[in-house]
Structures are given as C-alpha cells and as structure tokens.
C-alpha cells in the first residue's frame, strides 16, 4: 500500500482511494456484496476525510468484530414497516447503518419531493456512523433537514448533569440545509462534550483529555482516557450541562421512544448490540417560502453571520461544516492521518478476514 508519509510518531497518511479499496476488500472479505462494502468504506473514508477520525477507517475493526459475532447483519436492507404519506418507519434489520441512513434518506427525499416535508423514523440500524452524511444526502436533494439519533442501550456513556454515572447515550444531532452555489452547511455534533471515539483515538494516540470531558468511575474528574474505560467506567459530561442533556434527553424520546427501537437502558431488548435508532426530518424549501426566496436568505444569513469582526487577530468565523469543508480539502491534497495503532488494528481486522496485510 502506498502512503504518502510517515514515522513512528505520527503514523502513516493514505491517500482516499487506496484506503478505501483496502477498507472495502475488508468488508466484502467479511461477507458483504460489492455495494455493501463499497457504501461502509466510502462513508467510513469519507468520515476520516472530514476529520472525524473518531468515526472514520478506525471503525474498521468494531465493524468488523460486530460482523463475526452477528451483532451485524451483513446485506440488510431497510423494510418500510409504516408509510403514511410523509411519514415511514424503518426497520434496519439490524444491517449496516451506512446502507439502512442512505435508503432510508432515498425514502425521505422522495416523500418531501411529494409532500414538500417528509418525516422517516428508523430503528434496528446498525452503527449510522458520522450523522452529517445523511444531512448531506438531502442537501445534495435540495432539501433542509434535521436528525436526531439515540442507541437503545449498548452505548450508555453519558452522565446527566448532576449525575455520575453512565446513563444516557453520546446521541449525536445533526441539522444541513444547501447553499447555493457551495458546499451544504452541516451541523453534525454529538450531545455529549466529546464523542467517545474520540476518547479512543486519544487512548491509541496516548494523549490527555481536555479537561471537563470525563469523571472516573467514582465520579471524579479525570483527563486520563484509560480511566473512561476501566472498570467501573467513567462517564462523559453532556455539553453545555443542563441545555446538552436536555436534547440528549429528547433525542432518546424522539429516535428511541418513538420508533419503537426503544431509548437508551440496559433493560432494552436489543441493549446488547449496537443499534442506532434516528428520526429525520426533511424539508422542500419549494413548498415553503419558495426555493430562490430561501437561498437569497440563507445567502445573507451565512454573509451577515461570517461577517462578524475575528475576536481574535487573524480569527475567522466558522459556520456549521466548515471545519469538515477544510480538512477535507487538505486530506483530498495531502492523504489521511492515521496513527500506527489504529492502522494495525485495521491491518489485524482484515488479516482475520483475509485480506493481506498492505505492502
Ligand atoms: P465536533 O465537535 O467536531 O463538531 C460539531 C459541529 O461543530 C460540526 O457541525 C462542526 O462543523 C462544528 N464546528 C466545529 N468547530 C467549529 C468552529 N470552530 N466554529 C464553528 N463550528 C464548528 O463533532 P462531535 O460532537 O465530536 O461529533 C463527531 C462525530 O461523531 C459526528 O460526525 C457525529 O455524527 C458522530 N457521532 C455519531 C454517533 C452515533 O451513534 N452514530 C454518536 C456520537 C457522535
């Protein structure tokens, strides 16, 4: 395998289409058809792109372990098990999330193509990985679009605020609406102060966590990554303390509860794999205030809002997936980081399906 750099420090960098057609001869190695593997890589690889490591090629070897021991189901599709106008619930069937999100966001740009909105409840997913990329499907549809996403009970992380420990999962929002004549703006953020995967790339990376992210076991502050997963766990801080847990909360009432893949407890029937359950929302701009009406709008809003003074020299204002936006151009340009404990426990993952080690 080529890569384009790399040291003992910082690890390798790949460029995106040779990872992905290593990490998709992973996945058809572990029993998924040609489009299967070719949609895990790419949202997998497209994650690392973005800079989302935590739900990236790092993935690879969960996928992979979640595969062998069937809490993945290989070659799923999404079933339709309610459709009443602008609304369906989806059942996963316990598949892959990347291909459950990318048929289930096919059914909600269709159903908002017909009634102007659309509402798609899914449950029995598989890992739905990086939130933003269902946002970016409707938004490559034209269409505004929020998510809500919650597990029923493998991902318990999160502390409420107030508490001490795990109760809540990391249940990620995220919102995206098309801007004309440039990237779509995405907001795809976890409700907890940080994702738990990337607790893990500090843990492999051997770094320290910012503090305020994590209590220990016994509910004390820590920035100690091997203190999140000994035993008794730690647990993660929701963001923004009682306002985080607030949409934390709702996102286990509105994915969980309401479609019936149940909210996050240990008592869930399907507590022991890990299911993501999302509600979408998608919204026609056309059936609105009308489509040029909302883009001249959205236009001055990223203007008006971008157009705040840096409050420090040299400073910019980031709207919501541009941050995403730069690293991938720099990745597309320079290759993805990936340090060595990660790509050997992906290079580990695909020996035990098969697939030789890259050169
Ligand atoms: P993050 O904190 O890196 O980014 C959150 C949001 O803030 C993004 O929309 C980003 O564009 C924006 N942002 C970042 N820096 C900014 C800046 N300086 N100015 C303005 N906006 C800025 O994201 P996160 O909360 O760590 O989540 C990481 C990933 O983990 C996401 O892709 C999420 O979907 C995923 N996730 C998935 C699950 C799951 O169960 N499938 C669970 C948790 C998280």
């Known amino acids: 395998m080529a890569h384009s750099e790399g040291d003992a420090e910082s690890g390798i960098r790949m460029p995106p289409d040779r990872l992905q057609d290593y990490v998709e001869a992973i996945f058809s190695a572990a029993g998924s058809d040609a489009e299967e593997a070719r949609t895990v890589a790419a949202h997998l690889v497209e994650a690392s792109l973005a800079g989302h490591d935590s739900h990236g090629v790092m993935r690879v070897t969960k996928y992979i372990d979640w595969v062998k021991s069937g809490q993945v189901l290989c070659n799923r599709h999404a079933d339709t098990v309610i459709d009443r106008g602008a609304m369906a619930l989806?059942?996963?069937?316990?598949?892959?999330?990347?291909?459950?999100?990318?048929?289930?966001?096919?059914?909600?740009?269709?159903?908002?193509?017909e009634h102007g909105f659309a509402v798609v409840s899914i449950r029995n997913a598989g890992h739905l990985g990086r939130i933003g990329a269902w946002a970016e499907q409707l938004a490559e549809a034209g269409l505004a679009s929020f998510h809500f996403v919650n597990t029923s009970g493998f991902g318990i992380l999160v502390a409420p605020h107030g508490g001490s420990d795990r109760r809540l999962s990391a249940n990620p929002l995220a919102a995206g609406v098309p801007v004309a004549g440039a990237q779509p703006l995405i907001l795809d953020m976890a409700t907890s102060v940080i994702a738990e995967g990337k607790i893990q790339v500090a843990r492999n990376q051997g770094a320290r966590l910012a503090p305020g992210q994590v209590i220990d076991g016994a509910g004390r502050p820590t920035t100690d990554p091997e203190a999140f997963y000994a035993d008794p766990p730690g647990a993660i801080f929701p963001f923004g303390g009682h306002k985080g847990m607030g949409l934390s909360f709702f996102c286990e009432v509105l994915a969980g509860s309401l479609s019936g893949g149940f909210a996050s407890n240990p008592g869930s029937p399907t507590a022991g794999r890990l299911v993501n359950n999302m509600l979408s929302m998608a919204f026609d701009p056309a059936a609105f205030g009308g489509a040029d009406a909302f883009a001249e709008d959205i236009r001055r809003l990223v203007a008006w809002t971008k157009g705040s003074p840096p409050i420090e020299p040299g400073g910019v204002v980031l709207l919501p997936g541009e941050i995403e936006d730069r690293t991938r151009n720099e990745r597309r340009r320079d290759g993805i980081p990936i340090d060595h404990t990660t790509f050997s426990r992906i290079v580990a993952a695909g020996e035990s399906v098969g697939v030789p080690a890259p050169q």
């Open 90 to 113: 989806v059942d996963g069937n316990f598949g892959f999330g990347q291909v459950i999100g990318r048929e289930a966001m096919t059914i909600a740009a269709a159903k908002a193509a």
